[in-house]
């Protein structure tokens, strides 16, 4: 996984002709409309993802119409699965906590409301 991947779908205009191609397959006065942005910005654009893999172009006439490439995008989430593995394994860990947290609190109503007691005795001496 390269930097530059990052960068290009960083970008928010790009992000959003991701977004708008994610649909399915458009022509390039379609996307401008979803963009809203100038013909010529979505052209540069385009052009930046399709050099970068993201996109595809098909002729059709005086027409181009533009969809993803799902290999880069398989790529981008090759890499971050690996991170994936790391935060749900946090996450799992975080949600044992509050499960035990939530049942010792559940299962003891006793000492919460002596503990609400004290902590009322403290803050009025």
């Known amino acids: 996984m390269h930097i530059e991947t990052l960068q290009i779908l960083a970008d928010p205009t790009r992000l959003r ?3 708008v191609l994610r649909t399915g397959e458009h022509a390039v006065n379609d996307i401008v409309v979803n963009v809203q942005i100038d013909q010529s910005g979505v052209s540069r654009h385009l052009r930046i993802l399709q050099q970068a893999g993201f996109v595809r172009v098909r002729p059709e006439g005086q ?3 533009y969809s993803l490439c799902p290999q880069p995008f398989r790529n981008l989430d090759a890499w971050l ?4 593995q790391l ?3 946090r996450l799992d860990k975080f949600g044992e906590a509050l499960a035990r947290k939530r049942e010792a609190r559940n ?3 006793q000492l919460r409301k002596s503990s609400r007691r ?3 005795e403290r803050t009025n001496q």
């Open 81 to 84: 699965s690996q991170y994936r």
């Open 17 to 19: 002709i991701v977004e």
């Open 107 to 109: 299962s003891s109503p």
């Open 118 to 120: 004290n902590r009322n």
């Open 63 to 65: 027409k181009r119409f």
């Open 87 to 89: 935060w749900e394994g």
